[in-house]
C-alpha cells in the first residue's frame, strides 16, 4: 500500500511539474523578440498602465486562440500542414510588423495622439491572432510527437496558451511604463522612443520576410 501510494504522489508531481514547465514554456515564447517588438508598438498608444496590461492579455488571448485551432486541424482532424505554409504564415507576421511601425509612425505625425484607443485591444487581440501563425507548426508538431492523446496533446496548448498570455500581460506592462505621462513630461522624448521602436519594428520585420520568402 505504502509502495503504491508513493507512485500516486510521485505520478502527481511529475503532472504538476509538467504543468508549470508548460506555462513557463509560454511565458518565454511570449518573450520572443517579435512578440515584444509587437506589443512595444501597441502598448505605445497608450497614457496609463491598466490599458497596456489589458493589450498584452488581448494578444495573448489572441494568440492562444490562433495555435489551438491549428492544433484542432492538426491534431484532432490529422489535417496535414506543409512547412512551406508555415514558411509563409512568418512571412505574413513579417508584414504585419512593417505595417505596425509604419502605422505608428504615421499617427504620431498625422493623427491626433491617443485617439479612439478604445480600439487598440481589438487590434492587439488581432495581431495575436496573426502571431500565432508564427511558430505554431512546430509547436504542435512537438505536441504531436510526445502527448500519448489528441486531448491532452490540446490541453498542453492551452497550457502553454495561459503561460504566454501571463508573460505578454508581464510584457505589456514594462514596457508601456516609458510611454506613460506620469513618468515622461517630455513629449519629443516620448515621441523619439515610438520612432526608435517603430523603426526595430520595420526592420526586424523586413529581416523575417525576408528569410522566409528566401529572398537573399
Not at 112 to 139: D, P, Q, Y
Amino acid at each position: 500500500m505504502i509502495i503504491s501510494y508513493l507512485k500516486s504522489h510521485i505520478s502527481n508531481l511529475k503532472k504538476m511539474f509538467k504543468i508549470f514547465l508548460t506555462i513557463y514554456s509560454g511565458l518565454e515564447h511570449a518573450f520572443e523578440a517579435d512578440h515584444l517588438l509587437a506589443v512595444n508598438t501597441l502598448v505605445s498608444h497608450r497614457e496609463n498602465l491598466k490599458q497596456s496590461m489589458k493589450d498584452g492579455i488581448y494578444w495573448g488571448i489572441g494568440h492562444t486562440a490562433t495555435i489551438f485551432f491549428i492544433g484542432i486541424l492538426m491534431i484532432g482532424f490529422k489535417f496535414q500542414i506543409g512547412e512551406e505554409v508555415f514558411k509563409n504564415f512568418e512571412a505574413g507576421v513579417g508584414v504585419m510588423l512593417i505595417i505596425l511601425g509604419l502605422y505608428r509612425v504615421f499617427k504620431l505625425y498625422f493623427l491626433k495622439e491617443h485617439s479612439h484607443t478604445h480600439n487598440t485591444s481589438r487590434a492587439a487581440f488581432g495581431v495575436g491572432l496573426i502571431h500565432g501563425l508564427a511558430g505554431s507548426g512546430a509547436l504542435v508538431v512537438l505536441v504531436i510527437s510526445q502527448m500519448k492523446t489528441p486531448l491532452e496533446g490540446l490541453m498542453y496548448i492551452l497550457i502553454f496558451g495561459l503561460g504566454s498570455i501571463f508573460g505578454m500581460f508581464l510584457a505589456a506592462y514594462l514596457f508601456s511604463i516609458p510611454y506613460t505621462k506620469s513618468l515622461l513630461k517630455s513629449k519629443k522624448l516620448q515621441a523619439s522612443l515610438v520612432i526608435i521602436s517603430s523603426i526595430l519594428c520595420i526592420v526586424y520585420g523586413g529581416k523575417v520576410v525576408v528569410e522566409n520568402l528566401g529572398l537573399l
